[in-house]
């Protein structure tokens, strides 16, 4: 059967979950093949088998660590190589769309970046796309070489998929570029003990309605009662209240939760780019003819700081 | 030596304004105006900022697109950028990212560099991947996705923030950089940059004049297609409350009739 590469986006060999979505997707289409690269990467082996990974090539040297993309490129153009597969799947990150890139431009191939969704199809894989602030949606294909294809995150089900998984050890030469961009040093994200925001089945944000880093607290606080990760408005960012990280919209994070709860925030063209795709919506916000409020499932019109505290309390006394 | 910075931007359509899709399912060009991409204007700002460090730098701006993409440049040179080259082409019409990269490269090199600016994605595309892909191209240091960037004596730092780590990175010239929103809020252009940009150069290119033929670009030529185009269905009204002391109540029990609690 044709087999499928999966790029694994993990750290120190924890997979990250969507690269778990990556392999539901990529069994639709062929046996899924995984790459995993850098400190921990045979670690990975358990998870990819027990989600489908019939194969795990893994690479291991200072250079995944110590220079900017490039030997990650010459890493998945050698599994290319080895593998001859049918399609090349990576996560959306940043750094992942940037490897997925270079790739096909090496490879001579198109690329496809941001899928939503995968399906199998008679000229190769076709992927469903959001356009235009999330107000279209599209299906493409790559119709030259072997379709490289960057999904985002919450597009598929995590499945249980047993399969063997077995270690391969990948044989990669850097290229003469590898070394070309060092990382002088890097600080770790603190965690914050929240979901990732990409990830989160429930999102709740704060924007401008927010007025003030400290009121940041309250968006938390009903975070923390339902499991969610917090993200902010770019009013509630660039006012400085709370970190770029957790921007949602066009300049920052896209997210696709479940539930995305909307607090204070008008709802810009820029911010529903970044929400737009949620299953389910709500809003707080003070102004009736805010925008957010066209796209919600249920809104409340009135003061976020007396009915964020209200929610909050009222989810803690139903979960008991 | 002069230090040679070229910056790529891109005209696109307003993103506040009802963009769509046009019948062939490029981007439909004609019913909302243009304008140089907002992330572009980081790009121009950093370029402007490198140049004032620097003892001698000249800042070329770059565009591939049609006609009214002098827009675009326009604005860039009236912030404060030297000189432009404009792509232009009746056959680039449909063109991906793939054959965009390919004349963004031949145009660099044609007009040469040290150091190549590119915002963060565009606001139409919004890949995100133009940058990677043209260091790839011209094969030198891909320093990407910067809050915060210079250049001293031929090597060109910067802080890319990411999902898990901040990174220092540094790479020797000549190189490709990306700049993100928080690089720093893009000046206004002044009445005197305004009226000193029509008097700077704007060099008019063709595809012969880089040795691509039409087939490399273009709709035909494009390495990906796109089959359909849906609008997104309007979400389904709502329902709405107006707060009148339970609101925060009435939300949860929207929540757990959901199920999320």
């Known amino acids: ?320 | 030596m002069s230090l040679r910075i070229v910056v790529c931007v891109k005209y696109v359509p307003d993103a506040t304004g009802d963009r769509h899709f046009a019948d062939d399912l490029t981007v439909d060009r004609d019913d909302v105006d243009g304008l140089l991409s907002e992330l572009d204007e980081y790009a121009v700002e950093q370029a402007l900022q490198i140049a004032e460090e620097a003892d001698d730098a000249e800042i070329t701006v770059l565009t591939v697109g049609p006609e009214d993409a002098k827009d675009a440049l326009r604005k860039a040179l009236s912030m404060g950028a030297d000189k432009a080259v404009h792509v232009e082409d009746d056959d680039l019409h449909g063109t991906d990212v793939m054959g965009t990269s390919l004349v963004l490269a031949k145009a660099i090199e044609k007009t040469g560099y040290d150091l190549v600016i590119c915002g963060m994605a565009s606001t139409d595309g919004t890949m995100g991947v133009l940058p990677a892909i043209l260091a790839e191209r011209l094969n030198v240091p891909q320093v990407t996705l910067l809050s915060e960037v210079s250049v001293e004596d031929g090597t060109v730092k910067g802080r890319r923030d990411g999902d898990t780590a901040s990174e220092q990175l540094e790479a020797a010239l000549p190189a490709v950089v990306s700049v993100t929103d928080q690089s720093g809020e893009a000046r206004y252009p002044s009445f005197k940059g305004i009226m000193a940009a029509k008097k700077k150069p704007v060099e008019a290119l063709e595809l012969d004049d880089l040795d691509i033929d039409a087939d490399e670009v273009g709709l035909e030529g494009a390495w990906t297609k796109v089959d359909s185009a849906a609008e997104r269905p309007a979400r389904t009204a709502g329902t709405i409350v107006k707060d009148e002391g339970e609101g925060g109540k009435q939300l949860a029990e929207f929540l757990a009739s959901q199920k999320f609690i």
Request: charged share 20%.
């Open chain 1, 1 to 320: 059967m044709a087999e499928v590469l999966v790029y694994v986006d993990h750290v120190d060999g924890a997979v990250r979950k969507p690269t778990l979505e990556l392999l539901t997707l990529a069994r639709r289409i062929g046996e899924p093949v995984a790459v995993a690269l850098g400190n921990g990467a045979a670690d990975t082996a358990a998870a990819l088998a027990e989600h489908g990974a019939t194969r795990v090539l893994t690479a291991d040297a200072p250079e995944f660590a110590d220079y900017l993309v490039v030997p990650k490129v010459d890493a998945l153009q050698a599994a290319h190589e080895a593998v001859s597969p049918v399609a090349v799947l990576v996560p959306s990150s940043a750094e992942g769309k940037e490897i997925a890139a270079r790739l096909a431009v090496r490879i001579g191939s198109g690329i496809i970046t941001d899928a939503v969704d995968l399906e199998a199809g008679d000229e190769g894989p076709v992927a469903t796309q959001s356009a235009f602030a999330a107000s279209f949606t599209t299906k493409s294909r790559v119709s030259k070489g072997t379709p490289v294809i960057t999904v985002k995150p919450n597009s598929a089900a995590v499945e249980a998929a047993p399969a063997s998984g077995a270690v391969e050890a990948l044989s990669v030469s850097f290229s003469a570029g590898a070394t070309g961009t060092k990382v002088v040093s890097r600080t770790p994200r603190e965690s914050t003990g929240r979901p990732e925001l990409t990830e989160a089945a429930i999102v709740v944000s704060g924007g401008r309605g927010v007025n003030g880093a400290e009121n940041f607290a309250i968006i938390e606080k009903l975070a923390d009662s339902l499991g969610a990760a917090v993200g902010a408005s770019r009013a509630a960012v660039d006012a400085g209240w709370y970190p770029h990280s957790n921007q949602v919209g066009q300049t920052g994070k896209s997210v696709s939760p479940q539930l995305y709860i909307a607090n204070g925030i008008s709802g810009a063209i820029q911010h529903r780019a970044g929400m737009q795709t949620s299953k389910t919506i709500v809003a707080v916000n003070k102004d009736a003819e805010a925008p957010i409020f066209d796209l919600v499932d249920y809104g409340v019109v009135g003061d976020l700081f007396e009915v964020v505290p209200q929610l909050t309390s009222e989810i803690e006394t139903r979960k008991g």
